[in-house]
């Protein structure tokens, strides 16, 4: 199964911008879609963005969507979130996922250690 290391958190004023990385080892990156959540404290985890095989279609969370984009690099093994006008509820630890479906993340998807990203105000 791939493995996958996420980088590039880190402590930015609102209104500021980051670029999540994720890198990915092991077989066959390109046949999987790809996925960040984010977790924030006291809550579920959610919903981020997403990517499919070829990075053809991309989709996000409404509280994301206009600020965030996500692409992937197939050639490098790399998927990315760019991240612009963070706002305070936007802190949480990022995490990316690869797997064939959504659905099946949570008990056949493979998951990130979770990067930090917190955002002041």
């Known amino acids: 199964q791939v493995q996958l290391v996420e980088s590039g958190g880190g402590l930015v004023q609102a209104g500021g911008s980051l670029r999540l990385s994720c890198a990915a080892s092991?077989?066959?990156?390109?046949?999987?879609?790809m996925y960040w959540f984010r977790q924030a404290p006291g809550k579920e985890r959610e919903f981020v963005a997403a990517?499919?095989?070829?990075?053809?279609?991309?989709s996000y969370a409404d509280s994301v969507k206009g600020r965030f984009t996500i692409s992937r690099d197939n050639a490098k093994n790399t998927l990315y979130l760019q991240m612009n006008s963070l706002k305070p509820e936007d802190t949480a630890v990022y995490y990316c996922a690869a797997g064939r479906t959504r659905a099946t993340l949570t008990t056949e998807g493979s998951w990130g250690q979770g990067t930090q990203v917190t955002v002041s105000s």
């Open positions: 990517i499919s095989m070829t990075g053809g279609t991309t």
């Open positions: 092991g077989r066959t990156f390109s046949s999987y879609a």
